[in-house]
T-cell receptor
Framework: GENVEQHPSTLSVQEGDSAVIKCTYS??????FPWYKQELGKGPQLIID?????GEKKDQRIAVTLNKTAKHFSLHITETQPEDSAVYFC????????????FGAGTRLTVKP | EAGVAQSPRYKIIEKRQSVAFWCNPI?????LYWYQQILGQGPKLLIQ????????DSQLPKDRFSAERLKGVDSTLKIQPAKLEDSAVYLC???????????FGPGTRLTVL
């Protein structure tokens, strides 16, 4: 089955700097890659996703890139703000069915004011 | 629109005791999921329902875990008897269908002593 590895496990940046979180996956058939943000005491929330027919997707200050050949994808957050502090999870699935989705271990991002 | 509701938010039990968690999905969502999130790890799917039928329970430890969604709306997840390694956050999520965006509840934090 799919195996997703995520790094770094913790990331601390200064407000206004950029943050990058990277994930690799094992199943070359994976074709859907969502990113979730989990704030303290809350469930994960989808923030951006990318499908395998696209190399990059951007939504305001966040962007995701996908390299299918290398089997890795990354989350980029620019102009970070303290409210970006949270745990971020990447995920991958070889189908569009949610039950096949596998999550990374998470990255705890801290944005220092 | 109300989100996914879960109760209780916290539960502390002794090992070998029983515990039950309740989830009320977003109104109209046919698909419901239960995840286990161990500290420092990403969510792991335990069971997925489509209406009141089970779609996938391949990762559910059936010797001690059970779940039901009798009327296709609310769901309960039960652990009997609990083990120390069951300490985790149990997340419920729902989606409009098998491939749609999942919306997560706040989770129930279980501590087994």
């Amino acid at each position: 089955g799919e195996n997703v590895e995520q790094h770094p496990s913790t990331l601390s940046v200064q407000e206004g700097d950029s943050a990058v979180i990277k994930c690799t996956y094992s199943d070359s058939a994976s074709n859907y890659f969502p990113w979730y943000k989990q704030e303290l005491g809350k469930g994960p929330q989808l923030i951006i996703d990318i499908r395998s027919n696209v190399g990059e997707k951007k939504d305001q200050r966040i962007a995701v890139t996908l390299n299918k050949t290398a089997k890795h994808f990354s989350l980029h957050i620019t102009e970070t703000q303290p409210e970006d502090s949270a745990v971020y999870f990447c995920a991958a699935t070889p189908t569009y069915n949610n039950n096949d989705m596998r999550f990374g271990a998470g990255t705890r991002l801290t944005v220092k004011p | 629109e109300a989100g996914v509701a879960q109760s209780p938010r916290y539960k502390i039990i002794e090992k070998r005791q029983s515990v039950a968690f309740w989830c009320n999905p977003i109104s109209g969502h046919a698909t419901l999921y239960w995840y286990q999130q161990i500290l420092g790890q990403g969510p792991k799917l335990l069971i997925q329902f489509q209406n009141n039928g089970v779609v996938d329970d391949s990762q559910l430890p059936k010797d001690r875990f059970s779940a039901e969604r009798l009327k296709g709306v609310d769901s309960t997840l039960k652990i009997q008897p609990a083990k120390l390694e069951d300490s985790a956050v149990y997340l419920c999520a729902s989606s409009a269908g098998l491939v749609n965006e999942q919306f997560f509840g706040p989770g129930t934090r279980l501590t087994v002593l």
